[in-house]
């Protein structure tokens, strides 16, 4: 059974200034520059917080984690973030352009508190494996500030959108906050205290499973936590944005694979090999094989690689047979042709991870690197199907966009 709250959360207080020079996307995805835009925004942008500057001076006593919770409390005590008065869920839509395709799509789910349950429970499932080194640092942020800054990013199935009905009547003429971020998408949330509707969503949430869709590493710190702590009520919820999965508005993008570093790379012998395995056709441009991504081929896997000083672009296809893209990616060619280790690949000794087709091709035809493998995008389905039967893909097997924006609303442990 999905336990779902209402909750009491800290937000930002128009004292603190304009929403957009306060709230950050996920830690994860914050590179140093992305920070030091953030740190130029506003003294009390949330990025001091969840992802502060390092010092070389740093100590034990004076160092990130601890700046962290000086800087939250500070603010709370200022009336820099405020805590509600009333218990409530928020409605969160997002309108944003497709990256690849350019469609305009809008996605729209609710914020509210989850219980935190064991994998074992088979309530929350996952479909990617976490590393240890993620989950220390959001453990000791979440133990210097006892609290939660951005929501897991939860999807169930609701074929009928009962929910979805449950949430945009209640709606409020007016929306609680607007927000458009850096990648141009529109952000809106609504503020929903009326008892009897969040009543309502909780009775239809009940019987739903939930699949992680973004935020493992920070999931599991919140279940290490509870269970440290197993006197703290607070401790055994987490927020999370629910989003049905079948919404039109949910879409993955593929995340492709570009290669350096390989020192005894030849294409012939690759090709050689691979036709054992695949059929083997050749585009004459990223163009056509997008255009051949875009009629779809559920049967097949198809992967396309580019391949420094060769025109065009060549593409590896075999029947599905259940298999998923980026596991074959992994295992029959990574690992299997170019004898490239799983702990290689986890520690990205020879790979980079990269959002859209020409991006990854730009990589290895201007010379930076020497292959790129570019896949068709994980569908909800697949994922569906992998999390509910227990197992896991290969990180960086979905990319759900646009990412939830951290600071919307804060969770804070005070019991």
Known sequence: MAQITSFLP?????????????????????????QEDYLARSPYNLVRVILGPRRDDDTEANNVYTRASKYFSDWIASGILQKEAEPSIYAYSQEFQVPDSGETLSRKGFIALGAVEDYEGCVVHRHEQTLSGPKKDRRQVLEHTKAHFGQIFMIYPDPEGRVDALIEGALPAEPTATITDEYGVLHTLYKIS??????????EMADKKL?????????????????????????????MTFVNMHSRGLRILATHRVLKGLSDFNLQAFLKKAAGSFKIDRYDSVASLKQAFEQPAPSSIRIGMVVKGEEGVFLLERDRNNGLDVRVLHEDILEGLLDITPEAVRDEHYIQYVRGLEAAADMVTSGQAQVAFLLEATTVEQVAETSFAGGCMPQKSTDFYPKLLTGLTIYKLER
Do not use: C, F, W
């Open 10 to 34: 800290y937000r930002y207080s128009p004292k603190a200034g304009e929403l957009h020079d306060l709230v950050t996307q996920p830690y994860d995805k914050i590179s140093p520059k992305m």
């Open 194 to 203: 009326d008892q009897d509707v969040i009543a309502a969503v909780t009775r």
């Open 211 to 239: 699949i992680i869709a973004d935020g493992h590493h920070r999931y599991e710190t919140a279940l290490a936590y509870r269970k440290d702590n197993p006197d703290s009520k607070d401790a055994e919820r987490v927020m």
